[in-house]
């Protein structure tokens, strides 16, 4: 167990709708990542943040957004769900630029 | 662009025998680079890293990867697999260019399957 949670584990959501996924980082991470993990696929990066400030994006539209609070927890949310963002999200939280991964969110968008 | 490719997508082998997968990358800069591996059913763990400093490196379960600058490649090895051993195995790359710091590029995955 690395220490990094996640929550819901499952979710089912209908195109159209928004979502919110919770991390609760490593203790003493500071920087936490958000991967999007498709069927068959590696992670690919969404974005990062680090003391609540967005450090980085990856190819990824602006109906995904996240937030990161004091105690470096984050959420990412998914706007306006299309079937393609069906997918395993995966939260990292960092220290000395390695990553540590949570269990992730497996979201089914129908 | 940079890229991060893994040679081999599923993989079999018997126990005991040895395993190599392989991966490469496209990035003349500097790179910090990693192998994860995911265990049917749990969550993504790290094998292994490399950072600077001896090119062979250990990591647990006795995996070790060797990298190769000159060919851009981050080898994972094991000399006698286990069953246990069956998971789906992931490199990734930081590539350090400016603001890159722990953001992680990663190949596909490659699928072993490890039959008694």
């Known amino acids: 167990e690395t220490g990094v949670t996640q929550s819901p584990t499952h979710l089912i959501k209908t195109r159209g709708q928004q979502v919110t996924l919770r991390c609760s980082s490593q203790s003493g991470h500071n920087t936490v990542s958000w991967y999007q993990q498709a069927l068959g696929q590696g992670p690919q990066f969404i974005f990062q943040y680090y003391r609540e400030e967005e450090n980085g994006r990856g190819n990824f539209p602006p109906r995904f957004s996240g937030l990161q609070f004091p105690n470096y927890s984050s959420e990412l949310n998914v706007n306006a769900l299309e079937l393609d963002d069906s997918a395993l999200y995966l939260c990292?939280?960092?220290?000395?630029?390695?990553?540590?991964f949570g269990p992730g969110t497996r979201l089914t968008v129908l | 662009a940079q890229s991060v490719s893994q040679h081999n997508h599923h993989v079999i082998l018997s126990e005991a025998a040895s395993l190599e997968l392989g991966c490469n990358y496209s990035?003349?800069?500097?790179?910090?680079l990693f192998w994860y591996v995911q265990y049917p059913g749990q969550h993504l763990q790290l094998l292994l890293k490399y950072f600077s400093g001896d090119p062979l490196v250990k990591g647990i379960k006795g995996f070790e990867a060797e990298f190769i600058k000159s060919k851009f490649s981050f080898n994972l090895r094991k000399p006698s697999v286990q069953w246990s051993d069956t998971a789906e195995y992931f490199c990734a790359v930081n590539f350090m260019t400016t603001d890159s710091w722990g953001k992680l590029q990663f190949g596909a995955g490659t699928q072993v399957v490890v039959t008694p």
């Open positions: 990292a939280s960092s220290f000395g630029g390695t990553s540590f």
């Open positions: 990035y003349g800069g500097t790179v910090n």
